[in-house]
């Protein structure tokens, strides 16, 4: 029975094989939310109203409530402890999520018809942001020169070292986009390879995917943005970190950015334009109080552990799981979102693959994306994502079931004979 729903839906599904036991779920968003948060959510929400400390629950709070007033100040403050940011930096609630920004960001920031911008594309999500902007200016699109400008940006497996950036950039550009961790590709500006260049203009990160999983160099950034999905929270939401001397700038759209992308807009109304997504802000107020008891710091050191454990594995078995990037390539390879090919993408051992991680109840390495990979002649990798809500403990157990699906293999098949 448990065969054929697995089949029928190709791994795609997230429910697992046994509800009644834990579910790791390494899907790349949304992603998990750690358990006490949940049951914290849970007894918050209970018809018993003493649960929450404003006597009605979470759902039910005006976004003009002095209640939703100190939750929101709460998380705010919360956010800039953890992640050291500094008093210059205004935190902006918006909507629309990822893609919301990428319409904010030109029409924020352009300021004449001529303005040099540039945007780095290094995977499918840089490569959005672009297209979006070029609807409201001629941005000159940087790629690494081992690929082709039409090139699909699936197929990017390297970011451009900072050395190269820094020759490309010009002193008088405008701003500079850079999306500091590609979801799909699994490509990152990691802290421990090579970091954000130095750059004279607007420096614009794109953080959804590896937001709040190690320190960021604010000196260096006028404006980053995540998604809500991954670490943060649920969903449709984004928080914006935003240099004050942006809000001063001549801005070509001036009267016709619509409301619900102005970012001065924001700052005027403390986000509160039109009505937040307020539950969403009371689950990452929960969630940063609890990160904020770890620290940044321990939670860079598990998230590079994490990712540490899956390449060593990876890395060493080479001929039955392949990483998708390359292994030059490796200080380019992220730490968040790592995809790969089992038996180098041999469809019917990914589907038995597929079947096991069900049976083990594992979850979420296989998603249906917007890019077809079969359309530009690719095998398709699976992918585990290794998000703030997935433990030490939760990677080993992977790599466990991992390892005993391969001996599975090996000894049905005598597969290494056969290559
Ligand atoms: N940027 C990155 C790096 C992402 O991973 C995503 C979503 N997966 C987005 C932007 C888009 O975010 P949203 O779907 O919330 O618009």
């Given at each position: 029975m448990y065969k054929s729903i697995v089949n029928k839906k190709l791994g795609y599904n997230l429910r697992s094989f046994d509800l009644t036991n834990k579910i790791y779920n390494f899907s790349p968003g949304p992603a998990p939310i750690p358990k006490e948060i949940l049951s914290s959510i849970s007894d918050d929400l209970s018809s018993d109203s003493k649960n929450f400390k404003y006597g009605i629950t979470p759902a039910e709070i005006s976004h003009r409530s002095p209640e939703f007033d100190e939750i929101k100040k709460s998380a705010e403050l919360e956010l800039k402890k953890l992640m050291n940011i500094p008093n210059n930096f205004k935190i902006l609630w918006t909507q629309g999520g990822g893609h919301g920004q990428f319409a904010s960001i030109p029409l924020n920031m352009i300021r004449t018809e001529g303005d040099k911008i540039n945007y780095i594309v290094t995977g499918t999500w840089s490569d959005r942001a672009y297209n979006e902007a070029k609807k409201f200016c001629t941005p000159k699109k940087i790629i690494s020169s081992n690929f082709t400008i039409d090139l699909n940006s699936l197929k990017f497996n390297e970011i451009i070292e900072t050395n190269n950036?820094?020759?490309?950039?010009?002193?008088?550009?405008?701003?500079?986009?850079?999306?500091?961790?590609?979801?799909?590709?699994?490509?990152?500006?990691?802290?421990?390879?090579?970091?954000?260049?130095?750059?004279?203009?607007?420096?614009?990160?794109?953080?959804?995917?590896?937001?709040?999983?190690?320190?960021?160099?604010?000196?260096?950034?006028?404006?980053?943005?995540?998604?809500?999905?991954?670490?943060?929270?649920?969903?449709?939401a984004n928080i914006v970190v935003i240099d004050e001397k942006i809000f001063h700038r001549k801005r070509l759209y001036e009267n016709k950015i619509p409301g619900i992308l102005d970012w001065n807009l924001y700052k005027e109304t403390d986000s509160l334009y039109n009505t937040p997504p307020i539950f969403n802000i009371y689950v990452i107020e929960k969630l940063l109080k609890y990160y904020n008891k770890k620290g940044i710091d321990i939670i860079e050191n598990e998230s590079k552990l994490k990712a540490e454990l899956m390449y060593e594995y990876l890395d060493n078995n080479d001929l039955f799981y392949k990483p998708f990037i390359s292994k030059i390539n490796k200080s380019h390879r992220s730490n968040m979102n790592i995809p790969f090919l089992v038996c180098d993408g041999d469809g019917i051992i990914m589907e038995e693959f597929l079947e096991h991680m069900y049976n083990s109840n594992i979850v979420g390495l296989r998603t249906k994306t917007p890019f077809k990979f079969e359309d530009f002649n690719m095998k398709e990798p699976l992918r585990v994502s290794f998000y703030n809500g997935i433990s030490v403990e939760d990677v080993k157990y992977l790599i466990k079931r991992m390892e005993e699906f391969k001996q599975k293999i090996l000894y049905k098949t005598n597969y290494y004979k056969n290559l």
């Amino acid at each position: 029975m448990y065969k054929s729903i697995v089949n029928k839906k190709l791994g795609y599904n997230l429910r697992s094989f046994d509800l009644t036991n834990k579910i790791y779920n390494f899907s790349p968003g949304p992603a998990p939310i750690p358990k006490e948060i949940l049951s914290s959510i849970s007894d918050d929400l209970s018809s018993d109203s003493k649960n929450f400390k404003y006597g009605i629950t979470p759902a039910e709070i005006s976004h003009r409530s002095p209640e939703f007033d100190e939750i929101k100040k709460s998380a705010e403050l919360e956010l800039k402890k953890l992640m050291n940011i500094p008093n210059n930096f205004k935190i902006l609630w918006t909507q629309g999520g990822g893609h919301g920004q990428f319409a904010s960001i030109p029409l924020n920031m352009i300021r004449t018809e001529g303005d040099k911008i540039n945007y780095i594309v290094t995977g499918t999500w840089s490569d959005r942001a672009y297209n979006e902007a070029k609807k409201f200016c001629t941005p000159k699109k940087i790629i690494s020169s081992n690929f082709t400008i039409d090139l699909n940006s699936l197929k990017f497996n390297e970011i451009i070292e900072t050395n190269n950036l820094e020759k490309i950039l010009e002193e008088d550009n405008n701003y500079t986009y850079i999306c500091s961790n590609e979801t799909v590709n699994g490509l990152e500006y990691r802290e421990d390879g090579i970091r954000l260049p130095k750059c004279d203009s607007n420096l614009i990160v794109d953080m959804s995917s590896d937001f709040l999983t190690k320190k960021v160099d604010w000196n260096n950034i006028s404006v980053a943005f995540a998604c809500t999905s991954k670490n943060l929270g649920m969903s449709g939401a984004n928080i914006v970190v935003i240099d004050e001397k942006i809000f001063h700038r001549k801005r070509l759209y001036e009267n016709k950015i619509p409301g619900i992308l102005d970012w001065n807009l924001y700052k005027e109304t403390d986000s509160l334009y039109n009505t937040p997504p307020i539950f969403n802000i009371y689950v990452i107020e929960k969630l940063l109080k609890y990160y904020n008891k770890k620290g940044i710091d321990i939670i860079e050191n598990e998230s590079k552990l994490k990712a540490e454990l899956m390449y060593e594995y990876l890395d060493n078995n080479d001929l039955f799981y392949k990483p998708f990037i390359s292994k030059i390539n490796k200080s380019h390879r992220s730490n968040m979102n790592i995809p790969f090919l089992v038996c180098d993408g041999d469809g019917i051992i990914m589907e038995e693959f597929l079947e096991h991680m069900y049976n083990s109840n594992i979850v979420g390495l296989r998603t249906k994306t917007p890019f077809k990979f079969e359309d530009f002649n690719m095998k398709e990798p699976l992918r585990v994502s290794f998000y703030n809500g997935i433990s030490v403990e939760d990677v080993k157990y992977l790599i466990k079931r991992m390892e005993e699906f391969k001996q599975k293999i090996l000894y049905k098949t005598n597969y290494y004979k056969n290559l």
